[in-house]
């Protein structure tokens, strides 16, 4: 079984790959009891597509594996704080802890004005908040 430290190092080459294709360097992945399920890099530019953060594009990915939109159980892993827009898609998916490095100033989902992955302000259906972590990038 991996830990975080591994599925991290996972998300930075995804994070690597992205920016060689001149994309923002994210990389996010999902985890379910210890397998990799999904993984995705952001991919804005290339599809012209806004959707298509690193984050929105693992939950398409698990979503479809699991062939569940109910991701409860699942630890997404993602280079950077994610936004308001995949904030909403964690909340509504039920993914149960995310685990960061960088935060994101203005529209994080967690620092921002619009804490939406840390709120109680939230349709009753979408269950309780995600744990959060952020680990610190290697220096």
Not at 8 to 17: D, G, I, P, Q, Y
Not at 34 to 60: F, N, P, Y
Not at 72 to 79: A, E, Q, V
Request: proline share 6%; aromatic share 6%.
């Amino acid at each position: 079984m991996n830990g975080d430290a591994w599925y991290m190092n996972r998300c930075e080459t995804l994070a690597k790959k992205a920016a060689q294709r001149g994309e923002a360097p994210v990389g996010a992945l999902i985890v379910k009891d210890g397998q990799l399920i999904s993984e995705a890099m952001e991919a804005v530019k290339t599809t012209h597509d806004i959707t298509c953060h690193a984050e929105i594009d693992a939950i398409r990915l698990a979503v479809k594996k699991l062939n569940n939109k109910n991701l409860s159980g699942c630890t997404m892993y993602t280079t950077h704080e994610p936004c308001v827009m995949c904030s909403y898609a964690i909340r509504f998916h039920r993914i149960t802890k995310i685990v960061y490095q960088y935060k994101v100033d203005f529209l994080g989902g967690i620092s921002s004005s619009l804490p939406l992955l840390t709120t109680d302000d939230v349709p009753p259906t979408w269950g309780k908040a995600p744990e959060i972590v952020q680990l610190m990038p290697p220096q």
